[in-house]
Nanobody, 123 residues
Framework: QVRLLESGGGLVQAGGSLRLTCTASGRSLRNYDVGWFRQAPGEEREFVGD????????YLTDSVKGRFTISRDNAKNTAYLQMTSLKPEDTAVYFC????????????????WGQGTQVTVST
C-alpha cells in the first residue's frame, strides 16, 4: 500500500554518527506508525523503535536508548533514525516499516517494509 525506501547507511567508525532516512511513496505517511528494525548476519530481526503517526510518542529499545533518536516529517513524507555513539554491535541491515496500527509494528509484523540499508560500524 505504501512503498518505503531507506537511505543513509554506510561505514562509520565506532563513536561516529549516521542518519537514516525512510521515504514513503504511494500513500501519505501521516496516518502510519513508523518502526525501525535491524538484522545482523545469522540473527533474527530486532525491533529498534518506532514513532507514532503524529510524532508525539516514540519508543526505543534499551540497547540504543540515549544514542538513537527517531523523528519524522510528515510534510516531507519521511521518517528518520539518527544514530550517534555507534558501536560495532550496531552493525546490521536497518529496515523501516509502516503500519496504521502501532501494535503490529511493536509485534514485528507491520504490513509495509522497506528494502533495508547496510550500517557497518568498525572498531
Amino acid at each position: 500500500q505504501v512503498r518505503l525506501l531507506e537511505s543513509g547507511g554506510g561505514l562509520v567508525q565506532a563513536g561516529g554518527s549516521l542518519r537514516l532516512t525512510c521515504t514513503a511513496s504511494g500513500r501519505s505517511l501521516r496516518n502510519y506508525d513508523v518502526g525501525w528494525f535491524r538484522q545482523a548476519p545469522g540473527e533474527e530481526r530486532e525491533f529498534v523503535g518506532d514513532i507514532n503517526h503524529t510524532g508525539g510518542n516514540t519508543y526505543l529499545t534499551d540497547s540504543v536508548k540515549g544514542r538513537f533518536t527517531i523523528s519524522r516529517d510528515n510534510a516531507k513524507n519521511t521518517a528518520y533514525l539518527q544514530m550517534t555513539s555507534l558501536k560495532p554491535e550496531d552493525t546490521a541491515v536497518y529496515f523501516c516499516a509502516a503500519d496504521a496500527l502501532r501494535p503490529r509494528v511493536a509485534a514485528g509484523k507491520p504490513q509495509n517494509w522497506g528494502q533495508g540499508t547496510q550500517v557497518t560500524v568498525s572498531t
